[in-house]
């Protein structure tokens, strides 16, 4: 004979809300849940949030060095490909924390430590956010400025007639 399932609710601790209850229900079950299996992210994944993160902030032109870029700028043309999102991005990822290291262009103009700030905060917070790592460094290096004028397309006149 199998007893019966009961139907009660539990009931909130002293001075509890009632909305409180149903919050921990689910902090539990969830608790419970991760005990039960591994979860693993690869580093590409990393590099993916890390990257797309950085470029949201405003005052950075580019991800990546020299060479990186140049390579990435072919790869664009390539009908087809896919811009590179973790370009610039290298990542050591482990079990319970993470490690990004970022190349960036900066604008001309922008205060480069004010810039570095918000990449590392809108970094940390996507990364954490998403992947549930702790993010314990966000190491940025400025390769370049960009200028104004770099955008402007060189006039139809060549030197030579």
Do not use: C, W
């Not at 609710?9 to 209850?21: D, L, R, S």
């Not at 400025?145 to 955008?151: A, F, G, I, Q």
């Amino acid at each position: 004979m199998t007893e019966p399932i009961s139907q009660t609710q539990p009931k909130p601790q002293p001075g509890e809300p009632h909305t409180a209850v149903g919050a921990r229900l689910q902090t539990e079950a969830r608790e419970q849940a991760a005990t039960r299996g591994k979860t693993t992210i690869a580093d590409g994944v990393v590099e993916k949030i890390a990257g797309i993160a950085a470029r949201e902030v405003s005052g950075i032109h580019a991800l990546g060095g020299g060479f990186s870029r140049t390579i990435g700028a072919m790869r664009d043309r390539v009908p087809g490909a896919r811009a590179g999102a973790g370009r610039g991005v290298k990542v050591e990822v482990g079990e319970k924390q993470t490690a990004v290291d970022l190349e960036v262009v900066v604008e001309y103009g922008v205060s480069i430590t004010e810039v570095a700030a918000d990449v590392r905060e809108n970094v940390i917070a996507a990364v954490e956010r998403m992947t549930g790592l702790e993010v314990v460094e966000v190491n940025i290096s400025v390769n370049d400025v960009h200028l104004p004028e770099e955008d402007a397309p060189e006039s139809g006149e060549g030197r030579v007639q």
